[in-house]
């Protein structure tokens, strides 16, 4: 009898996510209501209240549905031998999912609590990390790997939410691209940074590899990894 209870109430968590995110695709956030939700998935509104504790709680699920779609379309694609233009295709399968969703888009990244973010918000933001560093093993890196994925984070929702706010026939077709490429400008290089002289640069790559050599004890690979986000993280003088 457990072994049934759990599957109807997965059933019905279910039948109750897709609805609000119907609900909201259709309506918006305002749309997605009790009532409204418990009728279109055929429950109780009690039943909401006990698997989702509240409005929030459901908004919170439709959220986490929402970002494994996405993270299900970015992993789907196969990355090629230049990571810098897979970054030009991740960018762009973003700006579209949000185009495409706009108020699931606009409740996951514009609806966000101060100083929260969900498991799955977390695990795209750990894919876009992976990308980068890959561009820094690549050598094509030319700033640390934490503020080029910060940078690219902030430019895309940015842009994204810039879009979605713009009526359809005023939008800036070339805005995305132009943000794009100034991302991509400020944090890469045309060739892999071992041609280039300087230390940031060679800093950068050296820290991207640096998890893969066994030379160094736990200590010594803290200790480099300081000196090399120093050294990455300098003015050039």
């Known amino acids: 009898?457990?072994?049934?209870?759990?599957?109807?109430?997965?059933?019905?968590?279910?039948?109750?996510?897709?609805?609000?995110?119907?609900?909201?695709?259709?309506?918006?956030?305002?749309?997605?209501?009790?009532?409204?939700?418990?009728?279109?998935?055929?429950?109780?509104?009690?039943?909401?209240?006990?698997?989702?504790?509240?409005?929030?709680?459901?908004?919170?699920?439709?959220?986490?549905?929402?970002?494994?779609e996405y993270l299900s379309s970015k992993t789907a694609q196969e990355p090629t031998a230049d990571p810098v233009e897979d970054l030009r295709a991740g960018w762009d399968l973003h700006i579209g999912l949000g185009l495409a969703n706009p108020a699931l888009y606009a409740l996951m990244y514009g609806g966000q609590r101060p100083g929260t973010s969900s498991p799955a918000a977390v695990a795209a933001f750990e894919m876009l990390a992976r990308l980068i560093r890959r561009i820094a093993e690549a050598g094509r890196l030319a700033v640390p790997e934490e503020r080029a994925a910060a940078l690219v984070h902030a430019a895309g929702c940015g842009t994204t939410l810039t879009l979605i706010a713009t009526p359809e026939d005023r939008r800036d077709p070339e805005l995305s691209r132009t943000a794009r490429e100034a991302v991509i400008a400020a944090i890469t290089t045309e060739a892999p940074?071992?041609?280039?002289?300087?230390?940031?640069?060679?800093?950068?790559?050296?820290?991207?590899?640096?998890?893969?050599?066994?030379?160094?004890?736990?200590?010594?690979?803290g200790l480099m990894r300081e000196w090399l986000d120093r050294i990455a993280d300098a003015s050039p003088c």
């Open 1 to 68: 009898m457990e072994g049934e209870d759990t599957t109807a109430a997965d059933g019905n968590r279910e039948r109750i996510v897709a609805a609000a995110a119907r609900l909201l695709s259709d309506g918006g956030p305002g749309a997605v209501s009790t009532r409204a939700v418990s009728a279109a998935a055929g429950v109780q509104p009690p039943t909401i209240y006990r698997l989702f504790g509240d409005k929030q709680g459901l908004l919170d699920a439709v959220v986490a549905h929402g970002f494994t």
């Open 193 to 221: 940074a071992a041609t280039e002289p300087g230390p940031v640069a060679a800093a950068v790559t050296l820290r991207a590899a640096l998890p893969r050599t066994g030379a160094l004890t736990a200590a010594e690979s």
